[in-house]
């Protein structure tokens, strides 16, 4: 059973809709709150200030990549053809 | 104080009759001058007239003007400055063509009354996270957000009926939001929206006779993105919005930037000898919700219409249920 693009269109809203917010649960409860030991010296505040940085722009950018992700699935799903984008 | 109360809440409810009388009225003035355009969807492209957003912020704001003088409210006075801004820009753009990118920067402009007025808060609640402050990151993702929400309403102004219709379903998750938190004013400000677009709804629906234009498109997007900012209901609104995100997300993506849709120069659906619409083979055609939704075969404008509607019907409800959310904390 092939399902129809509405229904499919319904999963990548939902989906969306998910990883939506999953990012924002990442980012703000799992990543902003991790805290470098007390007084720690200034390159270790700097790396921790980094670290926290790329989690949060890992999850950001796998998350518009998702988009791609979704649109392609879609588009070879229903045999639709597009023109190359950056996760194909 | 109840007599009060009742008037508050009657007062939004003017909007409904007024927005369709004013319509009404609007259609065959432009009709009379001759400020009409052709429904490229239709046989024979019969003329359409355009703008309708003058009928749409008329009937938006004269209730919200009686209500700023009963209640001396400094949120609808923000709301409708950055109405009437980007009302102006969308008149200008309907007059003679601006460009995508210039008309995104003119739009910039309608969220500064927010930010002027302070009608924001920095702290936005989210699900399962619980109120986040934003201190200074927040002003900035005002000054984006207007402009991404009245693009994203302009880009799915291509068939009959559905800007209008997908407004006035995206506005109840924000109406329940506001009454539900007690916010008085946000709710009878989205209720005003809700109301001007249902009522312009019967003109511009399937066959239209008028066209909002982007005086409308605009004006209504950047009511929308307002109203949320205003009522804190930001995360609600970018859940109400998903179907219209996701369409400017992959339109953007798929010609490389802000491009007018009059001026694309690959389609993304094509008109059959029926006057059905087909989904473009051409791998360069923009990839829009429209050409995902006609993956299956032909479909007509109103089955298309009514279909993107559905899954808006379905965002809505995603948004009520995050709603709830709101309050969970893991």
Known sequence: MRLSAFALLLVIISMSWLLLIFVVYWVFVLVIPIQPPANPPYYIAIEYVVFKLLLALIAIVAWLYSYFGMRNAFAAYKRLRTAPTPSA | ?330
């Open chain 2, 1 to 330: 104080m109840q007599t009060t109360l009742l008037l508050e809440w009657i007062l939004p409810l003017v909007a409904l009759p007024e927005s369709y009388v004013l319509s009404r009225w609007l259609c065959r003035y432009l009709r009379g001058r001759g400020m009409t355009v052709p429904d490229a969807h239709k046989m024979g492209n019969p003329q359409v007239s355009r703008p309708g957003g003058p009928a749409i912020v008329i009937s938006l704001l004269t209730p919200l003007v009686i209500l700023y003088f009963l209640t001396g409210s400094i949120q609808i006075v923000s709301f409708a400055l950055s109405v009437v801004i980007a009302f102006a820009v969308g008149f200008v753009d309907d007059l003679r063509a601006l460009s995508g990118p210039v008309k995104v920067g003119l739009v910039v402009v309608s969220a500064l009354p927010l930010l002027a007025l302070h009608t924001y808060s920095v702290v936005m609640p989210f699900p399962f996270a619980g109120h986040i402050r934003l201190s200074t990151i927040y002003p900035v993702l005002i000054l984006i957000a207007l402009p991404v929400t009245a693009n994203a309403f302009n880009m799915i102004d291509v068939y009959n009926g559905l800007v209008s219709g997908f407004t006035a379903i995206a506005t109840v998750p924000l109406i329940i939001d506001f009454i539900f938190t007690g916010q008085l004013i946000p709710s009878l400000m989205a209720l005003a929206l809700l109301l001007a677009t249902a009522g312009f709804y019967p003109l511009h629906r399937n066959p239209a006779k008028l066209f909002p234009g982007d005086s409308g498109t605009l004006a209504l997007g950047a009511a929308y993105g307002a109203v949320a900012i205003i009522g804190h209901a930001e995360f609600i609104a970018v859940v109400a919005l998903l179907p219209a995100v996701l369409n400017s997300f992959y339109v953007i993506s798929s010609v490389g930037g802000l491009v007018e849709h009059r001026k694309m120069k690959k389609r993304p659906v094509v008109l059959d000898k029926e006057f059905k619409l087909n989904a473009a083979r051409d791998p360069d055609a923009p990839m829009t919700l429209t050409r995902m939704m006609l993956a299956d075969g032909p479909l007509t404008e109103s089955e298309v219409t009514r279909r993107i509607l559905y899954l808006e019907a379905f965002s809505a409800s995603l948004a009520i249920l995050t709603f709830f959310l709101l309050g969970v904390r893991i």
